[in-house]
């Protein structure tokens, strides 16, 4: 994981699930991660238990949904490292149900956190890395924005759209900036995502599913495979699910 080392990663979503697991496999690979999420007190106990083993972190708190907030996490990391090497659009909601149950509020608050989310990140690190000729920006989508399944139109519709963007990016950016975009699409991984599920029907589905997913650091694995390439390759997409489902 040689080419980790020293990258300054900012990662969003980082205060439980995937982006825990993620933030603390490459601080341990020498990254300087730069933690970012609503729930202060979570992040500075993971910034904590990271520095305790040696590595190098800091956090900041950023609704992703504020695309001020999105500025100043990069603007912090930039004047912290004076250089921003990763983002990580991690941060995502899933509160999925049928579309007859009209839970309306949900979907805009999917549609804010997972997709405009993902385009605030982009929006506040591209001109710093147009400007250093290099970056790599890591968008999570799922294996809900491959196919759609009755409860989860809407999430996949913002997963859907990740891939979208992420392509995109990848066409628009990497030949001429040098800037890398990746795909990440999990299968269903053993975080706090479902427990914000409100629809009682939802809910039962996922209590009886929830023990099947994969480990977050199994993503996290994923994720800093493709950082560590080498930076004429661009890791374009990666699956992983669980070998059950
Ligand atoms: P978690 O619920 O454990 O983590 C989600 C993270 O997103 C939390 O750190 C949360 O932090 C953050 N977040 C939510 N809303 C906001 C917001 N408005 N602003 C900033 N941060 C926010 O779930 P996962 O780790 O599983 O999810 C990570 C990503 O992986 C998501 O994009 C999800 O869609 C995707 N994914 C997950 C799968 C799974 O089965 N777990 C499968 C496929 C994809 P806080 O509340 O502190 O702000």
Redesign the pocket.
């Known amino acids: 994981m040689e080419n980790i080392q020293n990258k300054v990663v900012i990662i969003?979503?980082?205060?439980?699930?995937?982006?825990?697991a993620t933030a603390k496999l490459l601080a341990q690979n020498g990254a300087k991660v730069v933690l970012?999420?609503?729930?202060e007190q979570?992040l500075l106990s993971i910034v904590d238990t990271i520095r305790q083993g040696g590595g190098d972190a800091f956090s900041v708190k950023?609704?992703?949904?504020s695309a001020d907030d999105m500025r100043n996490l990069a603007q912090f990391t930039f004047d912290t490292y004076g250089r921003i090497d990763v983002l990580i659009n991690?941060?995502?909601?899933?509160p999925n149900s049928k579309l007859n149950e009209l839970r309306v509020e949900e979907w805009g608050q999917m549609i804010d956190?997972?997709i405009k989310?993902v385009l605030y990140g982009i929006a506040a690190v591209l001109p710093t890395m147009r400007k250093q000729q290099s970056g790599h920006i890591i968008n999570?989508?799922?294996?809900?924005g491959y196919h759609v399944a009755p409860t989860s139109a809407v999430y996949s519709a913002t997963?859907f759209a990740v891939r979208a963007i992420s392509e995109g990016l990848r066409l628009e950016e990497s030949p001429t900036s040098h800037i890398r975009s990746t795909l990440i699409?999990?299968?269903?991984?053993q975080?706090?995502?479902l427990?914000?599920i409100t629809s009682p029907e939802v809910q039962t589905i996922s209590s009886q599913i929830k023990d099947m997913?994969i480990s977050?650091y199994s993503i996290a694995k994923a994720i800093a495979f493709a950082i560590n390439e080498p930076d004429d390759t661009l890791v374009s997409e990666i699956m992983v699910r669980p070998a059950v489902l």
Not at 12 to 20: K, L, R
Not at 90 to 94: E, L, Q, R, V
Not at 140 to 144: F, M, N
């Open positions: 969003t979503g980082a205060s439980s699930g995937i982006g825990e970012a999420a609503r729930r979570r950023a609704d992703v949904v991690n941060a995502g909601i899933m956190v997972n989310g999570l989508s799922s294996t809900a997963k699409a999990p299968g269903l991984t975080t706090e995502l427990d914000h997913g977050p």
